[in-house]
């Protein structure tokens, strides 16, 4: 699919893989819909990439039909990105026996599962009324996973669960999707050199890195937003979750 003159709607974009994937689209000639909750980083990728921004969040509806009715605007949306999302560490149980904060794994599935629901429908409702393409194509969204779907740690519950279940979705999204011409795909990134991981010291930040298989080094997000144009380009892939991680198998903890 040509991304020239198309337009994109990227959620979490205002850091991050979000913000990397803006870059990279931008830089095809996609003109990109910057959607975070953070405006000010919003704001400033979007005029980086002489791109508009919504400042709204994932969880809400209507904040998320106004980002896709943005994007539509801009010219025919071909692309969703959801970068949008987080993490969280709790056991089923904690050394005292106390169980998980349901509160916690809600929150976490009402953004990364819901989040991801929420953009990915109504982009797709507004995909779906673009012109064809070559073959039929009208467009594709990718959302993220984790290799945490996969490959999920002590204290990941919550947050496996919501990666587990973008897995899910691909499928049978990408089988709803096909008769309007719309593909569905998922990247599970490993370990990323993204703001979440910045926070952590030097020493720790190395040893991530170390234990990626080769590389031996955290992912650039760089190679996040590469992805992403790929997939875009490559019109034969579709209903499938790709593992971006540098051969990683993560480790119990």
Known sequence: MELH?????VTGGASGLGAATARALAA????VTVFDKNEEGAKAVAEEVAGDYVAGD??????????????????????????????????????DGVPHDLGAF???????VIGTFNV??????????????ADGERGVIVNTASVAAFDGQIGQLAYSASKGAVVAMTLPAARDLSVVGIRVL??????????LLAMLPEEQREALGKSVLFPKRLGDPAQYGRLVV????????????????????????
């Open 5 to 9: 003159g198309t337009s994109a709607i």
């Open 106 to 112: 809600e929150f976490i599935q009402r953004l990364n």
């Open 58 to 95: 994932v969880t809400v509806a209507d904040d998320c039909q106004l980002a896709v009715d943005q994007a539509s605007a801009g010219g025919n949306l071909r692309m969703a990105v959801n970068c949008a999302g987080t993490g969280w560490i709790g056991r089923v149980i904690n050394r």
């Open 120 to 133: 990915m429908t109504r982009a797709a409702s507004a995909i779906a009324r673009t012109e064809p393409l």
């Open 186 to 195: 998922a990247i599970a990134p490993g370990l990323f050199d993204t703001p």
């Open 230 to 253: 790929d997939i875009a380009r490559n019109t034969y892939l579709n209903g499938e979750v790709i593992r971006l991680d540098g051969g990683i198998r993560m480790q119990p903890k």
């Open 28 to 31: 095809e000639g996609a003109r």
